[in-house]
């Protein structure tokens, strides 16, 4: 098979590796072309304009775009739509929220061209372990192209969940279950941690927890590798961004009035992790102090 792919970020140039290792042909492009000329070294054809990337593939076309959800993604659809012929297919595989599928899925059917979301949850692992897969598109268009999705998952990863915007969102909720597990796991070991008298060994605990504990996952395999290299995590601050996918979820929850309390909760920890001072303890702390004469800790 012959795909094309423009974005060749850690995710993108993992995905063009995993085809290549698998002998499809594939066309890459990216705006710098240091990462170009990586993948070219380990067989892909380079490809250092839009245009280029397009001549070079047969139609009909196969182009994934690995870019950042949102406004960089719009740009680089609204450049293809002109240099795409009828019946080539356009597939974004990063993180776009699954309104914007459905509304480019509807502009992209009126020049002839076809859209698929690609929801890809793996990080930087994908290369060697697989990239689980998630696809919204119709059915003769995905099963068309299935071997390139089939051939980025592991075994059983891959999973083609139903019309076009449906891969992202099942994408979205994805990351969304991963923030209240993460929180989870964080809040569980800081309750060790302040178990002074016992002076558990937190690398110990979540090392062994990887084995036969229910608990067990890929995300406390990461955990365990901090707490290797930086036991009290001294090296790093305790402020967590979001990417976006947890807030639509919990939009996604509302609209559907099904209720997400830990999924919501978890987002607003991470909210909590960047405020240098909560203005909020201050108030609750001047109420305990009005009603109950609790003392106040003044500040520095």
């Not at 072309?33 to 047969?58: R, T």
């Not at 994805?174 to 964080?186: K, R, T």
């Not at 929850?253 to 909560?278: C, G, K, N």
Request: aromatic share 8%; hydrophobic share 40%; charged share 20%.
């Amino acid at each position: 098979m012959e795909i094309g792919i423009t974005g060749l970020g850690r995710m993108g140039a993992g995905m063009a590796e995993r085809w290549l290792r698998n002998g499809h042909r594939v066309v890459a492009h990216n705006r710098s072309h240091e990462p170009i000329d990586a993948l070219a070294a380990k067989g892909a054809e380079p490809a250092y304009s839009i245009n280029e990337l397009v001549e070079k593939l047969q139609a009909p076309r196969a182009v994934w775009i690995m870019l950042p959800a949102g406004d960089v993604t719009e740009q680089m659809i609204l450049q293809l739509i002109p240099l795409l012929e009828p019946g080539d297919t356009i597939i974004d595989g990063g993180n776009t929220m699954y309104k914007d599928d459905m509304r480019r899925a509807e502009m992209l059917k009126q020049h002839g061209l076809n859209y698929i979301d690609q929801g890809t949850s793996g990080g930087v692992w994908g290369l060697e372990n697989g990239f689980c897969i998630m696809v919204g598109g119709e059915n003769e268009l995905v099963s068309r192209l299935e071997p390139a999705f089939k051939t980025l998952a592991p075994p059983d990863g891959y999973v083609h969940c139903g019309p076009v915007g449906s891969g992202h969102f099942v994408k979205m909720v994805h990351n969304g279950i991963e923030y209240g597990m993460m929180q989870a796991y964080a809040e569980g070991f800081e309750i060790m941690r302040a178990k002074k008298e016992f002076n558990l060994n937190l690398y110990n605990i979540s090392s062994a927890w990887r084995y036969g504990s229910v608990v067990r996952s890929w995300l406390l395999d990461l955990t365990v590798d901090a707490f290797k290299d930086d036991p009290d995590l001294t090296s790093q601050k305790g402020y967590v961004d979001d990417s976006g996918e947890g807030r639509w979820t919990i939009h996604a929850a509302m609209a559907l009035d099904v209720p997400a309390p830990v999924i919501t909760l978890s987002l607003f920890e991470r909210f909590h992790s960047r405020q240098p001072e909560s203005f909020a303890a201050k108030v609750l702390a001047a109420m305990r102090r009005g009603f109950g004469g609790h003392a106040v800790k003044k500040a520095q």
